[in-house]
């Protein structure tokens, strides 16, 4: 079972440049959810979705758009990177009504 | 918004040793759940608690979920080498919105 699946697992960017972080899951889960994790920190949310075409901003949206435009896909987008953007980005989705989260493996960004 | 206040932070202890942890919040939940992070690798669930005073086990692990609803404890017996991560509660918010403690870092030594 594939779960939640996260592409690039790392990737280096220049300031000023853009990327997409793609995620995408085969639970049929309805909630999608983006978090950053600083080195030696905790999960901060960034955006998240309840199902296609909805999403919510989280605790730290600044600087990232996502979309929705399917159950299965959820990608983060950065359009201008910069530095306090070096982080761990993690992907989740939990099923309608549930709580427990399935993560990806995570991206790990650096920018330069 | 909605806050888990979850200590200690951070913990350094000897192989053998018991651990102890927990998250407090002044919201209500109707779930706690506990996640363990291993170096490298996203969260994964550890132990889902679902009705208040529910004290639920798995292996060396216990939970408990507060009878007031506004807390969870969680236990390590005898710790071991692989124990060693970020362990995060967690509990579930509004549409969707998932709210995580801030975590505690796990350091064994053997």
């Known amino acids: 079972n594939a779960g939640v699946t996260q592409t690039p697992k790392f990737r280096i960017l220049k300031i000023g440049q853009s990327m997409t972080l793609q995620c995408t899951q085969d639970?049929?889960?309805?909630?999608m959810y983006w978090y950053r994790q600083d080195p030696g920190m905790g999960l901060k949310l960034i955006y998240y979705?309840?199902?296609?075409?909805?999403?919510d901003k989280g605790e730290v949206p600044n600087g990232y758009n996502v979309s929705r435009s399917t159950t299965e896909d959820f990608p983060l987008r950065l359009e201008l990177a910069a530095p306090s953007q070096t982080s761990v980005y993690f992907c989740?989705?939990?099923?309608?009504?549930?709580?427990?989260?399935?993560f990806g493996q995570g991206t790990r960004l650096t920018v330069v | 918004g909605q806050q888990l206040n979850q200590s200690p932070q951070s913990m350094f202890i000897q192989e053998g040793e018991d651990v102890s942890m927990n998250c407090t919040s002044s919201s209500i939940f109707n779930t706690w759940l506990w996640y363990k992070q291993d170096p490298g690798e996203g969260p994964v669930l550890l132990i889902a608690?679902?009705?208040?005073?529910e004290l639920t086990s798995n292996g060396r692990l216990t939970a408990q979920f507060g009878i007031t609803r506004k807390d969870s404890f969680l236990n390590i017996s005898a710790s071991i080498p692989s124990d060693v991560g970020i362990y995060f509660c967690?509990?579930?918010?509004?549409?969707?919105?998932?709210?995580f403690g801030k975590g505690t870092k796990l350091s064994v030594k053997p």
């Open positions: 608690l679902y009705k208040a005073g």
């Open positions: 639970m049929n889960h309805n909630y």
């Open positions: 979705s309840v199902g296609a075409g909805i999403t």
């Open positions: 967690k509990t579930g918010g509004s549409q969707g919105n998932l709210i």
């Open positions: 989740a989705s939990t099923p309608l009504g549930g709580t427990e989260a399935f």
